[in-house]
Nanobody, 129 residues
Framework: QVQVVESGGGLVQAGGSLRLSCAAS????????MAWFRQAPGQEREFVAA????????YYGDSMKGRFTISRDNAKNTMYLQMSRLRPEDTAVYYC??????????????????????WGQGTQVSVSS
């Protein structure tokens, strides 16, 4: 079992920045990738970004490219999401997810919600206009 806990959400003005953190604990040696998803009220959960644990390979949702940066600290079992140039439409609950499933590097499976086995409770990000 792996437990993940998000932190760093809050309220920010449009154009501002925010950094989210996700700390993993438990059987983290089995982790192959971690990801961020988000869900706005009345909408489906959306892929934000993912990072592989054994390489530097990263994935981003289309609207996040160039604005968000995902990174990790393997020694701390922690993943980060640096968000800049935030927009009101980025307002959502952001979820951290972890998987032990293995796919080839570059596989789109790592962008899919059902790939991830362990989920955090979420952290609210609100962007005011």
């Amino acid at each position: 079992q792996v437990q993940v806990v998000e932190s760093g959400g809050g309220l920010v003005q449009a154009g501002g920045s925010l950094r989210l953190s996700c700390a993993a604990s438990g059987r983290t040696f089995s982790t192959t990738a971690m990801a961020w998803f988000r869900q706005a009220p009345g909408q489906e959960r959306e892929f934000v970004a993912a990072i592989l644990w054994s390489s530097t390979y990263t994935y981003y949702g289309d609207s996040m490219k160039g604005r968000f940066t995902i990174s990790r600290d393997n020694a701390k079992n922690t993943m980060y999401l640096q968000m800049s140039r935030l927009r009101p439409e980025d307002t959502a609950v952001y979820y951290c997810a972890d998987t032990t499933r293995a796919y080839y590097v570059g596989s789109v499976a790592y962008t899919r919600e059902n790939t991830y086995e362990y989920w955090g409770q979420g952290t609210q990000v609100s962007v005011s206009s």
